[in-house]
Nanobody, 116 residues
Framework: QVQLVQSGGGLVQSGGSLRLSCTAS????????MAWYRQRPGKQRELVAD???????IYADSVKGRFTISRDAAKMTMYLQMNSLKPEDTAVYYC??????????WGQGTQVTVSS
């Protein structure tokens, strides 16, 4: 099993910045990729950014150039630096890990609210 604990988030004005963190524990050696997803009001959960254990990243088109995903292997922590936030970024953000166990794990979710 893998446990993911998220921190960060909150309320910020449009154009502002926030950083989310996701710390993994448990069977961390089984993790081969991690990602951030979000679920906006009335929408399905969507991929925001993804990072592999080799450091390869991908981003949703809507956040390219504004968000940066990174990880600190020593701290078993993944980050999402969010800059130039827009009201449409308002969502509950979830971290996810993909593992060699054959299934993934989710963090508890954290609210990000961007006011106009």
């Amino acid at each position: 099993q893998v446990q993911l604990v998220q921190s960060g988030g909150g309320l910020v004005q449009s154009g502002g910045s926030l950083r989310l963190s996701c710390t993994a524990s448990g069977s961390v050696s089984t993790i081969y990729a991690m990602a951030w997803y979000r679920q906006r009001p009335g929408k399905q959960r969507e991929l925001v950014a993804d990072i592999t254990s080799g450091g390869r990243t991908i981003y949703a088109d809507s956040v390219k150039g504004r968000f940066t995903i990174s990880r600190d292997a020593a701290k078993m922590t993944m980050y999402l630096q969010m800059n130039s936030l827009k009201p449409e970024d308002t969502a509950v953000y979830y971290c996810n890990s993909r593992t060699t166990l054959g299934y993934g794990f989710w963090g508890q979710g954290t609210q990000v609210t961007v006011s106009s």
